[in-house]
Every structure is written in structure tokens, then in C-alpha cells.
């Protein structure tokens, strides 16, 4: 078991999860609560994927009873006896099954109703970190993001679609939300970074005083580790010239290290310390200072929940002491780099001390400036730490939902850019599925239903579709989805394919835990799926 404050995470349920993402984020995952609207199979499919990751409490919400047509349509929905039986219920019931660490609420009460009640209700409201609506038609949608808009509140909203063949996942916040993105591919860079030989470490700087290169034997000469390397050269560089940040300074170390350093041509560690030469230079680090400050200085508002809040607060502990000391902490895990054994325990016994005695020193800050850390341990710090140079602050547009507003035109130019021809543009793009859907909400404001797939509802989406592109001053003749794709959409009225149904599903599930983890970058903002071309496509609109 892994156990952070008072939580244990069984590690056989999780494994795969930990791997992924780390213990301290299954943790947020386990205290996060989320709240589904509506009862259609992409709610069945979040609800699902949610469950088995181990997300703490859900809750869905729906007034909707299952029907003959519906059995069959999910893996839950299987026997006949569920006819009649409102539908979240045999959901949660029947989802439980599965995870039992996972708390399952339904509420039998109609998504609009809860959304106004919701929206009165503060506690209530702010019990949810993701609020995610479910094919919930966009008149009920905008009760909540007409609350948000008009009291600046800051909440994760997944607006998701499932028609026929065609999906689509839209991410809404007002504001900043603070991730990193911790892809394995970036462990390298994050190691070399964390090394911080622009200002290096005293120990370092005296172990490598300790060795006299020139009289080392050419095994030993071989597999001294290029952090070594690189301080040598750099102290012979400072004999010479008296600044490190000197015009052509990078050409000048290689040559040192090559002309005066270096023994034969094939020692592997010469050619490590040659390509990490900037390593010596802090233009990484003050990049990153500038960014962090830049986030920072923006208010608390930008900041999404409570989690966010705590790294908001580490975030300004670890920029006060960058201040203080002009580099980051030290990351704990060397590099890899050909080494002999003895000076890479040493080298690693250097960091590991230098890690801990960093998060003592921002544990000390956090407690001397904020009065509001009690929540915040050690252990959260260290896992910030370590992501500390995949730091991404990831700004939503304000959209809610309102087609005169939130249509990005630049999009949809620069898209067209992409293909041979006009005809090209119509075939490939995915953006002409999203006036789809958007020209196909319309309607159903309109007149209280969604088209169906008849000559006089495919003329009137065409209407709204051409008024609409007038109105954001786009050519009708360039942008306006031609008929057969129109049908694609309208034909299936509000029916779903299990297939699109899983993918946006699965889809918005990922995002949730980008969202909730703050590990890996979540999407910003759209994204459309085409079951007939098999193929996904992300806009920020």
C-alpha cells in the first residue's frame, strides 16, 4: 500500500495508475468529485472510465427511464428487467460492482432543474471539481455558463456531443490552469535541467577539484561523468575570460574540452559533456522565472481549485527561493551518463542531499509567508519539483457556448490553408462538423427539437448555417458544409453509435484526469471526432 496523509492506494487496484501518473496524483484523483449530466451512452462511457481510475466520489444526474430501444445499447444495459427502472440508477448500481473504493451517487431529478438549483446552491456547486454535460441540449447548457459568466467563477465544464458518426469534446474555464507535462519522454531533459550547472552545487564544484584529469588512466580517463567534465572546462574557461555569458562562449568551452580535456576521439563522456554544454548557461532557467512570475503576478482568479491553490503557493515558495539562491532545486534522479560506479553514487549522493535540503528550504518559505498551508506536505512540494521544467500554464478562452462569440475565424482561415482546393476543404476539414452541430442546436432552440433527415429541416439548417457565416463575415460559398455532410449529421436525430459514443467518452475521461492530476496537458479547448473518416482533429475555438 502507498499511503499519503491518510489515505492508503492499494497498489495491485492502481498499479498501472501509479505508474502513469504518480501516487500524490491517485490521490487527488481519490478526494476529486465529479458530476455527469444526463443519462445517454457517452454518459455511461465516463462514467465507467471515471470509476475504474479510481476518481473519489461521482455523481450523475438524470430523470430519464430506460426504454425497450436501450437494452443492448452498453455492456451495463443487458437484461430486460432494467425496462422501465430510471436510468442513473441502474448505472451507479451496476458500475459499484466493479469499484468498490469508488463512492457512486445517481440524483433522479431533470439536468435543468439540477443546473438551477446548482447554481443557487454554493456549497452544492463548489463540492464539484468537473462538471461534464452529456448531449444536454445547449438552452439547458446555458443556464451554468450564464451563472459563470455573469460571477466570474472559475469551474472545469466538459460539454460533450455524440451524434451518429460524429463526436465532439469541448473544454470550458475562465481562467489559467496550471499542469505539466510529465510525458516519459521528458524525464531526460527534466534530469539534465535538474542538475542546475549554471550555478553549480559547492559539493560539485569540490569533488570535481578533487580530480586531476591528466593524471587519470585511460579506463578511469574514460567514465568520468560529463557533470565533472563540464566544470573542469568551465573553470578553465573563467581562467581565461572573465565572464561565462561571453559572445560565442559555447564554442569556445567545446574546444577546451576537445583540445584540452578530451583524450581520444571515441570517450562517449567527452561527447555527452560536448552536447550538455548548455547546461552551463541559465537561459533555461530565468525562461522559466519569467514565466512562473508572469502566472503568478496574475490574480488568484486565474487559479482553478483547490489543488491549483496548493500550487500556487509552491510555485511562489519555489520563485522566492530562486530569488534567494539563482537556480531551481536540484532535481533528485541523475541523468544517465557514462560513469564509473564510485563517482556516480557520489554524484547521486550529492543531489539526493542537495533535493531534500531544497524542499526543507521551500517547506520553510511556504510557512513563513502563508498562513493557509496546513494541507500542503513535503511530499506534495517534491512531486511539483520534480515536474518543476515541464511547467505549462494552459489559458482557456472565456466561451460559453454562445455561437456569435466563440467562433474563432482565424481557425477556420488557417485551416483552409492546409488543403489544395475549396472541394478539399469541405471533404477533410472537421471544422465543417462543428457548424454542424452548433447550426443543429440552433434548431432545436428554434423549435423545440433537433432535425431530422427531411428535405425541409436539411434546408433550414442550411439557413442558420448561411446566416451564421454572414454574420461572422466568412465566405458562405468557401465554408458552408456541403449537403451530403449535413445529412451525415441530421440523419441519425438524437441517436447515438456505441462505437463514437466510447471514443468521446474515453476522450473526456483522459481529459478529467489531465484536468484533476495536473500531470500531462489537457485539451484547449475543441475536439472532433468523424467515425466515417476514423479520424480526430483539435481546434481551439
Known amino acids: 500500500m502507498s499511503t499519503i496523509g491518510d489515505l492508503d492506494l492499494d497498489e495491485n487496484r492502481y498499479s498501472r495508475q501509479l505508474m502513469l501518473w504518480g501516487p500524490l496524483s491517485q490521490f487527488y484523483l481519490k478526494n476529486a468529485s465529479v458530476c455527469i449530466l444526463g443519462s445517454c451512452v457517452v454518459a455511461i462511457?465516463?462514467?465507467?472510465?471515471?470509476?475504474?481510475?479510481?476518481?473519489?466520489?461521482?455523481?450523475?444526474?438524470?430523470?430519464?427511464?430506460?426504454?425497450?430501444?436501450?437494452i443492448g445499447k452498453s455492456s451495463i444495459l443487458y437484461n430486460k428487467a432494467f425496462i422501465n427502472e430510471y436510468c442513473v440508477k441502474v448505472y451507479v448500481t451496476e458500475i459499484s460492482k466493479a469499484n468498490v473504493d469508488t463512492t457512486l451517487n445517481f440524483i433522479i431529478q431533470s439536468p435543468e432543474r439540477f443546473l438551477l438549483e446548482l447554481c443557487e446552491d454554493s456549497n452544492r456547486r463548489d463540492f464539484y471539481n468537473v462538471i461534464v454535460?452529456?448531449?444536454?441540449?445547449?438552452?439547458?447548457?446555458?443556464?451554468?455558463?450564464?451563472?459563470?459568466?455573469?460571477?466570474?467563477?472559475?469551474?472545469?465544464?466538459?460539454?460533450?456531443?455524440?451524434?451518429?458518426?460524429?463526436?465532439?469534446?469541448r473544454i470550458f474555464m475562465n481562467g489559467i490552469h496550471l499542469s505539466f507535462d510529465s510525458d516519459l519522454s521528458r524525464q531526460l531533459s527534466i534530469r539534465l535541467k535538474g542538475l542546475q550547472l549554471h550555478q553549480p552545487l559547492d559539493e560539485l564544484v569540490n569533488l570535481s577539484n578533487e580530480i586531476e584529469i591528466s593524471d587519470l588512466d585511460n579506463l578511469t580517463h574514460k567514465h568520468i561523468p560529463f557533470p565533472i567534465i563540464l566544470m573542469k572546462a568551465k573553470q578553465i574557461y573563467e581562467g581565461i575570460y572573465t565572464s561565462i555569458y561571453e559572445e560565442n562562449s559555447s564554442q569556445i568551452l567545446k574546444q577546451i574540452i576537445e583540445n584540452k580535456l578530451c583524450r581520444f576521439s571515441n570517450e562517449i563522456n567527452f561527447q555527452e559533456a560536448i552536447q550538455n554544454i548548455n547546461l552551463l548557461f541559465s537561459s533555461d532557467t530565468s525562461a522559466l522565472y519569467d514565466e512562473l512570475?508572469?502566472?503568478?503576478l496574475e490574480s488568484n482568479k486565474n487559479v482553478t481549485f483547490s489543488y491549483n491553490r496548493k500550487l500556487s503557493l509552491i510555485l511562489h515558495a519555489i520563485n522566492l527561493f530562486y530569488k534567494e539562491y539563482k537556480r531551481y532545486p536540484v532535481c533528485e534522479k541523475l541523468p544517465d551518463m557514462t560513469s564509473c560506479t564510485s563517482l556516480y553514487l557520489k554524484l547521486q549522493s550529492i543531489y539526493r542531499d542537495q533535493f531534500a535540503k531544497d524542499i526543507d528550504i521551500i517547506?520553510?518559505?511556504?510557512?513563513?509567508?502563508?498562513?493557509?498551508?496546513?494541507?500542503?506536505?513535503?511530499?506534495e512540494i517534491k512531486d511539483l519539483c520534480d515536474y518543476l521544467y515541464t511547467f505549462v500554464p494552459v489559458k482557456y478562452n472565456n466561451i460559453y457556448l454562445s455561437c456569435d462569440s466563440n467562433f474563432n475565424t482565424l481557425t477556420f482561415k488557417n485551416e483552409l490553408m492546409e488543403y489544395d482546393s475549396v472541394e478539399n476543404y469541405k471533404n477533410q476539414s472537421l471544422l465543417a462538423y462543428y457548424l454542424i452541430l452548433e447550426s443543429r442546436e440552433l434548431f432545436n432552440q428554434k423549435y423545440g427539437r433537433y432535425p431530422k433527415n427531411s428535405t425541409e429541416d436539411l434546408n433550414e439548417v442550411i439557413n442558420i448555417i448561411v446566416a451564421y457565416l454572414d454574420k461572422i463575415n466568412l465566405n458562405i460559398d468557401i465554408f458552408c458544409p456541403n449537403k451530403d455532410l449535413i445529412k451525415q449529421v441530421i440523419g441519425f436525430g438524437t441517436s447515438q453509435i456505441q462505437t463514437t459514443a466510447c471514443f468521446i467518452g474515453a476522450i473526456a475521461s483522459q481529459e478529467i484526469i489531465k484536468i484533476i492530476t495536473n500531470k500531462f496537458v489537457p485539451l484547449n479547448n475543441t475536439l472532433i471526432w468523424s467515425g466515417i473518416s476514423c479520424k480526430c482533429s483539435a481546434f481551439k475555438l
Open 363 to 379: 517547506y520553510t518559505l511556504l510557512c513563513t509567508k502563508y498562513q493557509d498551508i496546513n494541507q500542503i506536505t513535503k511530499y
Open 293 to 296: 512570475n508572469n502566472i503568478l
Open 45 to 70: 462511457e465516463v462514467l465507467i472510465s471515471l470509476a475504474f481510475n479510481g476518481i473519489g466520489n461521482i455523481t450523475i444526474v438524470d430523470d430519464s427511464k430506460i426504454e425497450q430501444d436501450d
Open 133 to 169: 454535460l452529456c448531449n444536454i441540449p445547449q438552452h439547458i447548457s446555458s443556464i451554468l455558463f450564464e451563472y459563470l459568466r455573469n460571477t466570474k467563477k472559475d469551474y472545469f465544464i466538459i460539454v460533450l456531443t455524440s451524434v451518429g458518426f460524429v463526436g465532439m469534446v
